[in-house]
């Protein structure tokens, strides 16, 4: 398939833990995957197995040790840390299970930072935050107010509501539907099918076995990428 | 796309011990670089050699001017090196006092950086004060006021607004949340982070907080006695350290 948006080939990843005695731990080799445009990817495999290890390489937090990560063409396994900011500014987005943001500033500004970094004028990445956060039921009052307060599944919803602010061309979402109630589970899971349907490629990890069984089009298990012990 | 900084093989020695050696990189416009170790690891030492307020023994710190392309600026004469000090160029210390004329006003302070490039009406420079006074959260009406009248956090702020009214182009700061009270760090912060995108700085930070590093930098490079260990991605760097020494540095940093 030569049309992926999102390619993996020979990857390995190993830790070396240099104050453990140096310790090399291989916990991945020839990890093979493609995603293509429009295509919603889930990682499966027990807990332990490197789903979210792989997701990270792909998101280019975790160095890989072999092999190729192309996403839209460039490749984050040897891409300069400059490329790969350009890459997250524009195409490629990431829900992870923590939100980090800077203390004080407000949800509403936290979720329109994205598009502010592409340089969008900021009442229209506000209008767009603003209109995320309605969706998933955040509550206006709280708007003006710092996530770092919220509850769970609050920070999860803004986490949420950050990653679809832009429509970025490939997504990675890592267990986007935990910790949410009914109503917003659909919700979650309707951004998800929008995002397919207007061409993102998506790879996402997700426990929640009706969810995954309806958004994704094809589950790849990571044990297969396990290494053999020697 | 040119570096804006492109640093080469930069060494400083005080006798026969190390300040730093063999240190390279380059830096682009638009791009925040967090440089973290402990004390003594070098990292404030390589921020002077950078900014010309110590000359290096060895090396090349070339910077992009504006008129005359790539210049080194260890060879460049002294009063070519304080131009560019006042213009393109700013740095924010630590202790606020070292970079602010106690004695002088709010206002004095942010103005008397735009008189040093040739702001000669007084009414222009009173209104680009007010307004940078405004954009880093002072209120108009301490504009009269002495810093030494204002809390730490003021101060610092009063000293971004100084070294930023000039419109420079690279920012080098040194610990620049050092000594501030965590409520009053995560507001410079944000503050740092606005005016960093809305004005399209690169910026050399020096600090020991990763936390901070985490949130302002987008690359960042970790010193030890006085030697690069590691360089990349700001989070690789932090989530996936690969040298023993960043290891330990990331894994030392309390939870809460």
Redesign the interface.
């Given at each position: 398939m030569t049309d992926a948006v999102i390619r993996l080939a020979g990857v390995a990843k190993t830790?070396?833990?240099?104050?453990q005695g140096?310790a090399v731990i291989p916990v991945m080799a020839g990890a093979e995957l493609s995603v293509a445009a429009g295509e919603c990817v889930g990682l499966v495999g027990a807990s332990g197995a490197g789903k979210s290890t792989l997701m990270?390489m792909i998101w280019?937090?975790?160095?890989a040790a072999a092999g190729q990560i192309l996403v839209a063409g460039v490749d984050v396994a040897r891409a300069e840390?400059?490329q790969?900011?350009a890459l997250r500014r524009g195409t490629l987005g990431y829900v992870s299970q923590f939100l980090?943001?800077?203390?004080?500033?407000p949800t509403l500004d936290v979720v329109a930072e994205p598009l502010?970094?592409l340089g969008m004028e900021e009442e229209a990445a506000r209008a767009r935050a603003a209109g995320l956060l309605a969706r998933l039921n955040i509550p206006e009052r709280l708007w003006s107010l710092s996530p770092t307060t919220f509850s769970g599944g609050e920070q999860q919803r803004v986490n949420i509501a950050r990653g679809f602010a832009h429509d970025y061309p490939a997504l990675l979402l890592d267990e986007p539907t935990a910790s949410l109630d009914a109503a917003n589970r659909e919700t979650v899971l309707r951004l998800i099918e929008e995002a397919k349907g207007r061409g993102a490629a998506i790879v996402g990890i997700f426990h929640d076995e009706p969810a995954r069984a309806r958004v994704c089009d094809r589950l790849v298990d990571v044990a297969a990428f396990t290494p053999k012990a020697a | 796309m040119t570096p804006l900084l492109s640093v080469r093989d930069i060494e400083k020695r005080y006798g026969a011990r190390i300040g730093c050696t063999g240190v390279s990189f380059d830096l682009?416009p638009g791009?925040v670089m967090g440089i973290v170790g402990e004390s003594g690891s070098g990292k404030s030492t390589l921020l002077s050699c950078l900014a010309g307020h110590m000359a290096p023994d060895a090396g090349q710190v070339i910077f992009a001017t504006r008129d005359r392309g790539p210049v080194d600026t260890v060879t460049m004469s002294e009063p070519a090196r304080r131009m560019l000090a006042r213009t393109d160029w700013a740095f924010v210390h630590q202790n606020p006092r070292d970079g602010l004329r106690m004695g002088v006003s709010a206002g004095g302070n942010v103005g008397e950086r735009l008189m040093a490039v040739g702001g000669r009406h007084y009414g222009t420079i009173r209104e680009t004060a007010t307004d940078w006074l405004a954009r880093v959260e002072i209120a108009a009406d301490r504009i009269d006021d002495r810093p030494s009248q204002f809390s730490g956090g003021m101060q610092q702020r009063l000293q971004i607004a100084r070294n930023l009214v000039t419109g420079p182009r690279l920012v080098f700061m040194d610990e620049p949340t050092g000594g501030l009270d965590v409520?009053v760090q995560?507001?410079l912060?944000?503050l740092l982070?606005g005016l960093v995108?809305r004005l399209g700085l690169s910026a050399i930070v020096v600090t020991h907080d990763l936390a901070v590093v985490?949130?302002l930098a987008?690359?960042l490079m970790v010193m030890k006695g006085g030697r690069v260990v590691e360089t990349?991605?700001t989070?690789?760097v932090l989530?996936?350290p690969?040298?023993?020494y960043t290891?330990?540095l990331v894994?030392s940093v309390l939870q809460v």
């Open positions: 830790f070396t833990l240099h104050n140096s990270r280019g937090n975790y160095l840390p400059r790969i900011l980090r943001v800077v203390p004080r500033v502010f970094a | 682009f791009e409520s995560a507001r912060l944000d982070r995108r985490r949130l987008d690359r990349g991605l989070d690789q989530d996936d690969q040298h023993g290891q330990l894994s």
